[in-house]
């Protein structure tokens, strides 16, 4: 019931939930809750770093990006 609104009136549980279904599913509220950091953290001006990131000590943070740069 709790799905209605997000996939319409008609939407009904299927009896038989195969791992396609359920690896659909992950992936689009994954998505969703992504979206919602990313939109919490520009209304914040938090600046986003991609890329492996390790404590160098307590207050800084090194950010590797693969190519051999990184930023702190």
């Known amino acids: 019931m709790s799905q ?3 996939y ?3 939407y009904r549980v299927k009896e038989d939930i195969t791992i396609s279904d359920l690896t ?3 992936s689009h509220v994954v998505g969703r ?3 919602v950091i990313r939109n919490q953290l520009g209304r914040n001006h938090v600046t ?3 890329g492996l990131g390790r404590f160098l000590d307590r207050t800084t943070v090194q ?3 693969g190519t051999g740069r ?3």
């Open 70 to 72: 990184s930023a702190r």
């Open 8 to 10: 319409g009136q008609s």
């Open 48 to 50: 986003v770093l991609p």
């Open 33 to 35: 809750e992504v979206d």
């Open 4 to 6: 209605r609104e997000l």
């Open 24 to 26: 659909a599913r992950t």
């Open 63 to 65: 950010v590797s990006d």
